[in-house]
């Protein structure tokens, strides 16, 4: 089995930063990276919005539009770590923060495609 366990969340002002890690623990060989979803307010689990991800070697990277020029994402491969640097931050970035694991490559963008999932790390960015 692998754990996923997120940490960095909290409240910061809008044009803040945080940033999130994603630590992977169990049987990591098993899994080719690590993806960033978040789930805002009020939205179901289905409703889960793609932000990054990124394969262990660090050499491919994936982003949503609307986080490409302000997050960053990288990884760790010795640790089996992942971090989501983000800056800019804006309200509406608010949201439970997930790293997920995919059962393959054939798709980083969608959620149906991980199959391991952190606990979640809570972001709050006040206007």
């Known amino acids: 089995q692998v754990q996923l366990e997120e940490s960095g969340g909290g409240l910061v002002q809008a044009g803040g930063s945080l940033r999130l890690s994603c630590a992977a623990s169990?049987?990591?060989?098993?899994?080719?990276?690590v993806g960033w979803f978040r789930q805002a307010p009020g939205k179901e689990r289905e409703e889960r919005e793609f932000?990054?991800?990124?394969?262990?070697?660090?050499?491919?990277?994936y982003y949503a539009d609307s986080v490409k020029a302000r997050f960053t994402i990288s990884s760790d491969n010795a640790k089996k770590t992942v971090y989501l640097q983000m800056s800019s931050l804006k309200p509406e970035d608010t949201a439970v923060y997930y790293c997920?694991?995919?059962?393959?490559?054939?798709?980083?963008?969608?959620?149906?495609?991980?199959?391991?999932w952190g606990q979640g790390t809570q972001v709050t960015v006040s206007s």
């Open positions: 932000i990054s991800a990124i394969n262990w070697a660090g050499d491919n990277t």
């Open positions: 997920a694991a995919p059962r393959d490559g054939a798709s980083w963008y969608f959620s149906a495609n991980y199959i391991y």
């Open positions: 169990g049987r990591t060989g098993l899994l080719l990276g």
